[in-house]
């Protein structure tokens, strides 16, 4: 993962001062901008005494590997990875409490494309994924890029990089959480499967799906119903509907 991380963007810092400002080092910002949302930053910034620093737009790019930055970029602490302990604890504490509400993973079994990883953090924070969990070696990192498209998500949902998907597989099948594996093959629809237990989401690689011995550890394997003449969707797009299907199904559950 990169050694220093930024929110880039004005949506992407605005969250990151609302809700996690100890997290920020400093805010880098443009000289005499005339945007006044990043105006309204930089008053935010001084309310909650947050260093800020004024530089050119192109130290700004720099930072951002230039991804668009709209005039500012907050340089954050770096994000602390989940470890499989931690993900243990979380698991047994919730767990132990029957008032909380159905545990919900998200699996990304080596997404390569910064922008898909970024895309499926933003919906996994608005669907009320506890953690995304991915393979340590394999998938992209936190990149600019990443933090821009998640618009402070990256900054705000736990995530942890494991060095074997395989084991936190079983391990979670062992505290009752079951797996669903998603593959445009699959005979069970979206639609027909039973959603409203704890879960783990796994979506697989952009060009190869899920990796075949980890699709053989799925409780359930699942398709999206495509009714044009499309065959697959975006990794993200697709994350985005299983999840919030997810949602649905649970709702009905609670009702």
Not at 173 to 195: F, H, M, P, Q, V
Request: glycine share 6%.
């Amino acid at each position: 993962m990169s050694k220093t991380q930024f929110a880039i963007g004005i949506q992407a810092v605005e969250l990151i001062i609302n809700k996690n400002d100890k997290d920020i080092i400093c805010i880098h910002m443009e000289h005499e901008t005339a945007n006044l949302r990043v105006k309204k930053i930089s008053k935010l910034a001084e309310q909650k005494d947050i260093k800020i620093k004024f530089t050119n737009r192109s130290r700004l790019s720099q930072m951002s590997k230039n991804v668009r930055h709209q005039g500012v970029v907050a340089e954050l602490r770096n994000k602390k990875l989940l470890s499989e302990a931690d993900l243990r604890n979380m698991i047994e504490k919730r767990l132990m409490d029957t008032n909380n509400a159905p545990l919900l993973f998200l699996i990304l079994d080596g997404i390569q494309d910064p922008h898909n990883l970024g895309a499926c953090m933003r919906t996994s924070d608005a669907a009320g994924v506890d953690a995304i969990i991915v393979p340590r070696h394999s998938v992209a990192g936190l990149s600019p890029a990443v933090s821009k498209v998640a618009s402070g998500a990256a900054e705000n949902l736990p995530l942890a990089a494991v060095g074997n998907l395989n084991r936190i597989i079983k391990w979670f099948k062992e505290y009752g959480i079951s797996i669903i594996g998603t593959s445009d093959r699959a005979k069970t629809s979206l639609l027909e499967a039973k959603l409203s237990g704890s879960l783990a989401l796994v979506m697989g690689q952009e060009s190869k799906g899920i990796s075949k011995n980890i699709l053989q550890r799925c409780d359930t394997i699942i398709s999206l119903p495509m009714l044009g003449v499309v065959e697959s969707l975006n990794v993200s797009v697709a994350t985005g509907i299983c999840l919030f299907e997810i949602v649905r199904q649970r709702a009905l559950h609670e009702a």
